[in-house]
Nanobody, 123 residues
Framework: VQLQASGGGLVQAGGSLRLACTASGFPSADYTIGWFRQAPGKARLGVACFQRSDRTTYFDSSVRGRITISRDSAKNTAYLEMNDLDSEDTGTYYC?????????????????WGQGTLVTVSS
């Protein structure tokens, strides 16, 4: 399994950004995708997750209402769109995958990780 995250960059506070995670090599259609943020000096935090089969989702309280997750099955790509960004959203964003499982924000639940894409929100 390989995951490739992209779409990070510099954005002004109040702006929006869409991240993409392209996946390949999944042995099953039953998997969970998680988006995690790691700010400098802080632990990796699960911000949004979804389970592809039962479509359950999880959103961290810090982003709830500002984030939309979606997927394009034809492109094997998952998207994370963030609105009304502020400095607290700054960090490296990783996408991760787990076969089966649940839409949870627990880092250890995920077996595969992309390389991360940096998001910097300027005030």
């Amino acid at each position: 399994v390989q995951l490739q995250a992209s779409g990070g960059g510099l954005v002004q506070a109040g702006g929006s950004l869409r991240l993409a995670c392209t996946a390949s090599g999944f042995p099953s259609a039953d998997y969970t995708i998680g988006w995690f943020r790691q700010a400098p000096g802080k632990a990796r935090l699960g911000v949004a997750c979804f389970q592809r089969s039962d479509r359950t989702t999880y959103f961290d309280s810090s982003v709830r209402g500002r984030i939309t997750i979606s997927r394009d099955s034809a492109k094997n790509t998952a998207y994370l769109e963030m609105n009304d960004l502020d400095s607290e959203d700054t960090g490296t964003y990783y996408c991760a995958a787990d076969l089966g499982g649940w839409a949870t924000p627990i880092v250890d639940d995920y077996d595969w990780w992309g390389q991360g894409t940096l998001v910097t929100v300027s005030s």
